[in-house]
Nanobody, 117 residues
Framework: QVQLVESGGGLVQPGGSLTLSCVAS???????????MGWYRQAPGKQREMVAV??????NYADSVKGRFTIFRDFTRNMVSPQMNSLKIEDTAVYYC?????????WGQGTQVTVSS
């Protein structure tokens, strides 16, 4: 069974920065370097949307976060970590980490990010 554990959410002022982290673990110390790992977010009353997905060949970013968010992927530690800069009020959401095997998508429990003055 794959587990994704997220950390790093919190309250930050507009213009501030925050770093999230997600670590994947599975049976027998499995390594998930061949799979896509990324982050999605869901604001109140809105659908879940992609933030960024880290792949072997690069990273896809949502237009709304390009130039502000950077995803770091540590393939040996099964970790994906977004550095979020110049945060805006509209970035407020619950952020979810995901791991996509191509057959199954696993989700973390979510971590709240609130951008407010």
């Amino acid at each position: 069974q794959v587990q994704l554990v997220e950390s790093g959410g919190g309250l930050v002022q507009p213009g501030g920065s925050l770093t999230l982290s997600c670590v994947a673990s599975g049976a027998s110390g499995a390594i998930f370097s061949g799979y896509d790992m990324g982050w999605y977010r869901q604001a109140p009353g809105k659908q879940r949307e992609m933030v960024a997905v880290g792949k072997r060949g690069g990273t896809n970013y949502a237009d709304s976060v390009k130039g502000r968010f950077t995803i770091f992927r540590d393939f040996t530690r099964n970790m994906v970590s977004p550095q979020m800069n110049s945060l805006k009020i509209e970035d407020t959401a619950v952020y979810y980490c995901d791991l996509d095997t191509g057959i199954t998508v696993y989700w973390g429990q979510g971590t709240q990010v609130t951008v407010s003055s």
